[in-house]
């Protein structure tokens, strides 16, 4: 029922994308029901991003047990990105944010070496290629691409609220005559 869509594209090893995760999270908290927000993983096949899939499959496998715990590892891993990013342990290093969030931690990585995990992210990736993404983050908003710039929360507010107001009056009845 949200009048507003923002739909992001991002990947674990993208430090803009780490940059840009709390003003996502000051959206949402701001916002909460009066938009919807989705956030897509999208892991660059780069060289200095070869964890972002691995990153990628071990959050949706934690949202495989609650939604809630999908954003609290997405949050871990963007909040500690340097540090598993250059750790040759980075597995041990998920393992223990995982247990951090009350996961059920063999069924995480059951889940993690699963098709199930795998398969959510290559959806997203497959919904990026087919949109022309080709960076991260990516951010849509209402199917409009918001310009890098623009990804700060008062420039985000502005837009927000734009859509908004434009909705709002296809929400309300007309006067009878």
């Not at 944010?97 to 069924?107: P, S």
């Not at 497959?126 to 990804?151: A, C, E, H, I, W």
Request: charged share 20%.
């Amino acid at each position: 029922t949200a009048l507003v869509t923002l739909e992001e594209f991002a990947d674990f090893q993208c430090p803009q994308c780490g940059a840009v995760n709390p003003i996502m999270n000051e959206i949402k908290s701001t916002y909460g029901s009066r938009i919807r927000f989705i956030f897509r993983n999208f892991p660059l096949a780069i060289p200095a991003h070869d964890k972002s899939y691995d990153a990628a499959v071990a959050c949706e496998a934690a949202g495989m047990q609650s939604p809630n715990k999908f954003w609290e590892m997405q949050n871990l891993l963007f909040t500690n990105q340097r540090i598993w990013t250059a750790d040759p342990n980075y597995r041990t290093t998920w393992k223990d944010y995982a247990q951090k969030i009350g996961l059920d931690v063999a069924k995480w990585e059951n889940d993690m070496a699963g098709i199930a995990a795998k398969s959510r992210v290559d959806e997203d990736m497959r919904r990026g290629k087919g949109l022309g993404v080709n960076s991260t983050p990516t951010l849509y908003l209402n199917g409009v691409d918001v310009p890098f710039q623009q990804m700060n929360v008062t420039s985000l507010k502005q837009l927000i609220d734009a859509e908004l107001a434009k909705a709002a009056p296809q929400n309300q009845s007309a006067p009878a005559a």
